[in-house]
Nanobody
Framework: QVQLVESGGGLVQAGGSLRLSCVASGTIFAINRMGWYRQAPGKQRELVAT???????TYGDSVKGRFTISRDNAENTVYLHMNSLNLEDTGVYFCSLANGGGYGRQYWGEGTLVTVSS
């Protein structure tokens, strides 16, 4: 089992920045991929960014060039640095961890709310 706890959400003005953190605990395999997804009101959950144990990163098209994902393996923590936030970035941000070869088991945090105001 893996537990994920997010922090860092809040209210920010458009154009501002925010950093999210997610700490993982439990049985974490050496091969894993951590990431962030978000869900806006009335919309489906979508990929924001992922980073694997080799620091290979992927980003959703809407955040490329504005968001940066990073991780601290020693602390089992993943970060999401968000810059140039706009109203469309508002939503609940969920941390995820896909564990083991083939990423067979995916775990989710409870989410942290990010609200961007005009």
């Amino acid at each position: 089992q893996v537990q994920l706890v997010e922090s860092g959400g809040g209210l920010v003005q458009a154009g501002g920045s925010l950093r999210l953190s997610c700490v993982a605990s439990g049985t974490i395999f050496a091969i894993n991929r951590m990431g962030w997804y978000r869900q806006a009101p009335g919309k489906q959950r979508e990929l924001v960014a992922t980073i694997d144990n080799n620091n290979f990163r992927t980003y959703g098209d809407s955040v490329k060039g504005r968001f940066t994902i990073s991780r601290d393996n020693a602390e089992n923590t993943v970060y999401l640095h968000m810059n140039s936030l706009n109203l469309e970035d508002t939503g609940v941000y969920f941390c995820s961890l896909a564990n083991g070869g083939g990423y067979g088991r995916q775990y989710w945090g409870e989410g942290t709310l990010v609200t961007v105001s005009s």
